[in-house]
């Protein structure tokens, strides 16, 4: 079988350095963007812990929106090869970043929790089931060190 392999290019500029030069930890902006050919620009920055802004995305949100994000095109391809017609999906996904033993931070878990409603006459087990898959083919939860938790709830949707 020959490999395949996808690339992806995103070009990352600290914008704020035209606020203040990085001379210590408490003086510089955290604000970044990044552009990626043929995307709207995006702005972010720390989070607010961090001495960012917190009205921009930082990347502790971008690593749980691209989690949940994974979870749910993997699980809606899983669940239209199936024959599993899913009306609606949300997820209030939750992760946790912990200072480690040598000070230093990192995510720890993550949870998604996704709320499944599926058409009239749909199998509830194998909706399920189908999670399990989505998970298991996620290529971004295939990519991280810390436990994935998902923990789905899926119902049928009223007549």
Request: glycine share 6%.
């Amino acid at each position: 079988m020959a490999d395949k392999a996808h690339h992806y290019l995103a070009n990352l500029v600290w914008s704020g350095a035209a606020l203040n030069p990085a001379r210590d930890y408490r003086s510089y902006s955290r604000a970044f963007t990044v552009a990626i050919s043929g995307k709207p620009l995006f702005q972010g920055s720390a989070d607010p812990a961090f001495l960012g802004d917190p009205a921009a995305h930082n990347p502790e949100d971008l690593l749980l929106i691209a989690l949940a994000s994974c979870h749910l095109l993997s699980y809606v391809a899983l669940c239209g090869n199936s024959g599993v017609a899913v009306r609606t999906y949300a997820d209030a996904a939750e992760g946790t970043l912990s200072q480690q033993a040598d000070r230093n931070f990192a995510f720890t878990q993550v949870r998604l929790k996704p709320q499944v409603i599926i058409e009239p006459g749909g199998d509830i087990a194998k909706a399920i089931r189908l999670h399990e898959r989505a998970h298991e083919i996620c290529f971004i939860a295939r990519s991280v060190n810390f436990p994935v938790e998902v923990t789905p709830v899926v119902t049928i949707a009223a007549g």
